[in-house]
């Protein structure tokens, strides 16, 4: 059997047992001696070795690092360590190099370049970039904005349709359709959607640019402006119409004429010369009405004078009132043939599918279009009378011009008080005479033109009409004779006028005396112009023999042969061709004037009175012609020696 490894006794236990009690470990651990640790091995060099100019290989050493080194590369760790817990986020922008302007427009404009590249190929697949360039002219930049809204400009007036797009219909867009169709649908509502936001956006920088007179605010206006003409003038059929004409009637609400009134007032022409279908007009011309009623008609004449402009006098043949229309192509009950109830019935649906084929081809029937050109002259005439009535300063003139050329289309209800009106514009024009030889310079009133504008007004309203002068429906009379004779009383004073030749666009030097600024006026009649106007409309229109007598003709045929000798050469060969004209007409009414050895008359000729009735004409002789023969000019001389052989 082995034997147990002894332990000692149990008495040699418990003496070691209680003597290790005592100890005091931690002291003795103290006490122990402690090696100390030895630096740290220097790095291995990671540089390449170096051959000295002897030849020799040389292995480069790091520099030793002493303590002080050390303790500041701790203490500017811990300085970095305690800016990253003051600082704990850095802005990215600080981070990343900052791009220039330059560079951002010259980035800008190849996106802009490259989404109407992809606009223009392919408009169904790539109308989400319309979405971009919209972004694109949000831009705070003024070049970007700038470039980003022609380009827009641009690229809505190729791939705007030939239609108006109308939104879809809850049953439409219940109904199912085929992929094709449904395509078009979203790329024209996407269309529509991005229209509808760039004109909101032209219509807020035209605004901004009136309020703020920035540089660079103004000149993004300008370029608003000018794409609201342009899709105008190239898509005036499309939607959102009457925001665009509102962005163009307030630009021409101010009296300040710049290129941007200038551009505004030549898009409204256009339009009007160009429309069709008169829908677009109508808009335009409703606009204007209001804001010149709204604006106590204070604005630049050239705006008023756009309604001459529009294709009312060669289109429509209707005669209109601020309340009804009359238009003769309507048969009366008497002139409408009988029909039986089936051939009745065939025509309601001849006309019924003649109307889905025209909405069908996008075509606009003349009834329509009258209808709508109708409506468009009742607001003209309307702008015309509360003129006449309200009489703002310079508007007169552009209100009696346009008054002169639509005045066949006036309703005969209209007759009484539109004369009523020219024979007070008249009477106050004389009465200013009368006060002060410089009528209304501060205002710049034309008084002479006024009147003649006054007189072919009235002459020009008997026209068209097939009246006479004597009286028009119960209790209506019309009397011309207060214009005939003003029209008399003006010859003299006009033939010296020094203005007789020249217009607004005539070459010339401004009056040094003259503080007004001149007008900018858009008619180009010159006063000699309006007179011979005037007495064509006076003597040889349709009703002329009935209301001129004999005395009249030759009280006019004198005071005109004396007014010729004070015209300049131009308005006396006009003057000596009117006279050649009323001479091969009346004849035989003017021989006594040219004959110095017949006395028709009795008594002296009173060239002094403005009344051709009184001033006794047959107790004088022409003997002008014989001043005219002398004249500098050749034609004139020539005319003077052919007028008296007209009565041989």
Known sequence: MAKKKSFGSSTENAHQFAAAAQWDLEQDYERRPRALKKRKAEKESTRLPIKTPGGAVLQSVLPERTDDSEEEDKEEWAGVEEEKTIQPVVKELEVRPKVSERQRVINAKEELSNAAILLNEDPEENVGLLKRL?????????????????????????????????????????SKVTKEVKKLRGFEQSLVANYQAYVENLADLSRASRNNHSPNVVAVGKIAVNCACGLISTVPHFNFRSQLLKIIVERVSVKTLDEVFVKCRTTLEDLFRNDDDGAASFEAVQLLAKMLKAKGFMVDESVLNTFLSLRLLSELDVKASLETVENPRKRKKKDRQFRTKKARKSEKERKISEKEMDEADATVSHEEREERQSETLKLVF?????????????????????????????????????????????????????????????????????????????????????????????????????????????????????????STKSLRLPDPNDAAPPSKRINVATEIEMLIRALNTIFFQQNANKSNTPIRIAAFTKRLMTSSLNMPEKSALATLGMLNKMARKHQRRLHGLFSTDERVGDGTYKMDIDEPEISNPYAATIWETVLLRKHYSPKISEAARELPKLFK
Not at 147 to 154: E, F, K, M, N, S
Not at 479 to 494: E, N, S
Request: aromatic share 6%.
């Open 382 to 502: 309307g702008t015309y009378f509360r003129i006449l009535k309200e009489r703002p300063p310079g508007l007169m003139g552009a209100t009696l011009e346009g008054l002169a050329k639509y005045a066949h289309l006036i309703n005969l209800d209209f007759f009484g008080d539109l004369l009523v009106a020219l024979k007070e514009l008249i009477g106050a024009a004389l009465e200013d005479e009368e006060e002060d030889d410089d009528i209304e310079t501060s205002t710049q009133r034309n008084a002479t033109r006024e009147a003649l504008l006054c007189v072919i007004t009235a002459f020009a309203l008997l026209s068209g009409q097939e009246i006479t002068n004597s009286h028009i429906g119960e209790g209506m009379s019309i009397d011309l004779t207060f214009f005939t004779t003003h029209l008399y009383a003006t010859l003299l004073p006009l033939s010296m006028s020094p203005d007789l030749e020249l």
């Open 134 to 174: 919209r972004e694109i002219s949000e831009d705070k930049n003024a070049t970007i904005q700038k470039l980003a809204l022609a380009t827009q400009l641009a690229i809505y007036k190729d791939i705007i349709p030939g239609y108006r797009i109308r939104p879809l219909t809850e049953e439409e867009q219940k």
